[in-house]
């Protein structure tokens, strides 16, 4: 409020300079001026070329300082208007100004955390660099590729193991057969031999 006041006075002062020094350019002919259609300085012109002179003082009529008076208040009142909405406008764009900061900070944020998840990958719901995760994954694939070479190692060995198996079961199944042909044989022999002997006996 004292700096509207501040101002207001100003402006009345700037008001008066500007009259007095537009009084002095003027010359002393009315035309123009009048109290309903000059601005305020031509108004106070129009008011002294009006009035009478007494010794070093000016006699104004009292109708021609009260319609100044007025015409100066209602000047005075749209100079207070324009600056409460200046004053408006002002509060306005620095209401603006501050939303906008606060959408800018937010704009922000949203952009490096966009950028950190761009930069990064989840794995099991944790964040992890891409450099990271593409480290654990080419060391998951490359333990996976060793464990797959070992089970075709060990499968490739229990195949071997298998078939030399089958052929020692072959060559065993083979002995057996020969050694079971070889026993039958034998037993056969000593049948024989035995009913020669138990001929030999009868004959004698």
């Excluded at 002002?90 to 922000?108: C, F, M, W, Y």
Aim: with cysteine; proline share 0%; hydrophobic share 35%.
């Amino acid at each position: 409020m004292r700096h509207l006041k501040l101002f207001l006075l100003c402006s009345v002062s700037a008001l008066f300079i500007n009259f007095n020094a537009q009084a002095q350019k003027r010359d002393t002919e009315d035309e123009g001026l009048s109290l309903d259609g000059s601005p305020i300085d031509g108004q106070f012109e129009y008011i002294i070329k009006k009035s009478n002179s007494y010794k070093d003082y000016k006699v104004v009529k009292k109708n021609m300082l009260e319609t100044l008076k007025s015409h100066t208040m209602d000047t005075l009142n749209a100079v207070r208007k324009d600056l409460v909405d200046t004053q408006q406008k002002v509060d306005e764009q620095a209401t603006e100004i501050s939303n906008l900061k606060t959408d800018l900070a937010s704009t922000t944020d949203n952009l490096n955390k966009t950028k950190e998840e761009k930069d990064s990958m989840a794995l099991f719901g944790i964040q992890m660099s891409k450099g990271g995760y593409n480290v654990l994954m080419w060391s998951i694939i490359g333990i996976l590729f060793a464990l797959l070479l070992l089970f075709i190692y060990k499968f490739k060995n229990s195949n071997a193991v298998t078939r030399q198996a089958k052929i020692a079961l072959a060559e065993t199944e083979e002995e057996f057969e020969e050694h079971r042909r070889t026993a039958l044989e034998r037993e056969q022999k000593v049948r024989r031999q035995l009913q020669d002997e138990l001929n030999k006996q009868k004959k004698m």
